[in-house]
């Protein structure tokens, strides 16, 4: 069965430093696709960043970057120059099956906190 | 502007009451999804459907039922709530296509029940 786990419920980050988000992910499909969101004390979900299972690059998106090390199962979010706004619990979420009909299961997410 | 509408922002409800969340969306996405997400515990799948008429159980489907009846519209069903199944629910719709396809969230029903 699939299982995403992310060990860090929660992190303290001095503004401006770099950030690593761990998630490791537990699958047999060979083709899976692993997302980011981000989850605001406001509540809503924004979708940060998406890596497939066959890209060979890391995914990035403007501050953000994936780092993927798929035989160790690991698909870490990496935030550059960390910012106030980014305090808010992150979310790893993973699709497996090769189709996008199928589920999207998430880990128990960590709440970072950025220190002025 | 991509939209998912969860029916109410919070409800209170008793104990033995048969409850009806609402999620609608109006991207024509093939894909819905039920989550509830709980301190600690992160988001998880009560239940997903990827067509009219059709449902997956998730990894917590107990006490749960779902009606999909036409696409734009997903019903999660409490058929008789418990103090256990207090929780904030999340609905999220996703298009059937390439993998890299995010799920896209509505903004949450907070329900108690007491």
């Known amino acids: 069965a699939q299982k995403i786990t992310q060990t860090q419920p929660g992190m303290f980050v001095q503004e401006k430093e770099a950030v690593t988000l761990d998630c490791t992910y537990d699958?047999?499909?060979?083709?899976?696709?692993l997302f980011w969101y981000k989850q605001p004390s406001s509540g809503e979900m924004i979708f940060l960043i998406y890596?497939?299972?066959?890209?060979?690059q890391n995914a990035t998106e403007g501050r953000y970057s994936l780092n993927f090390q798929k035989a160790r199962k690991s698909a870490n979010l990496v935030i550059s120059a960390s910012q106030l706004g980014d305090s808010a619990m992150y979310f790893c979420a993973m699709r497996e099956g090769g189709s996008s009909a199928s589920k999207i299961i998430f880990g128990s997410g960590t709440r970072l906190s950025i220190r002025p | 502007d991509v939209k998912v509408t969860q029916s109410s922002r919070y409800l209170v409800k008793r104990t033995g009451e048969k409850v009806f969340l609402e999620c609608v969306q109006d991207m024509d996405h093939e894909n819905m999804f039920w989550y509830r997400q709980d301190p600690g515990l992160g988001l998880r799948l009560i239940y997903f459907?990827?067509?009219?008429?059709?449902?997956e159980k998730g990894d917590i489907p107990e006490g749960y039922s779902v009606s999909r009846e036409k696409k734009e519209r997903f019903s999660l069903i409490l058929e008789s709530a418990s103090t256990n199944q207090t929780s904030m629910y999340l609905c999220?719709?996703?298009?059937?296509?390439?993998?890299?396809?995010?799920?896209?969230f509505g903004q949450g029903t907070r329900l108690t029940v007491v």
């Open positions: 999220a719709s996703s298009t059937l296509g390439a993998m890299n396809t995010e799920a896209f």
């Open positions: 890596q497939g299972s066959y890209d060979q």
């Open positions: 459907s990827y067509d009219v008429k059709m449902k």
């Open positions: 699958t047999s499909d060979p083709s899976y696709g």
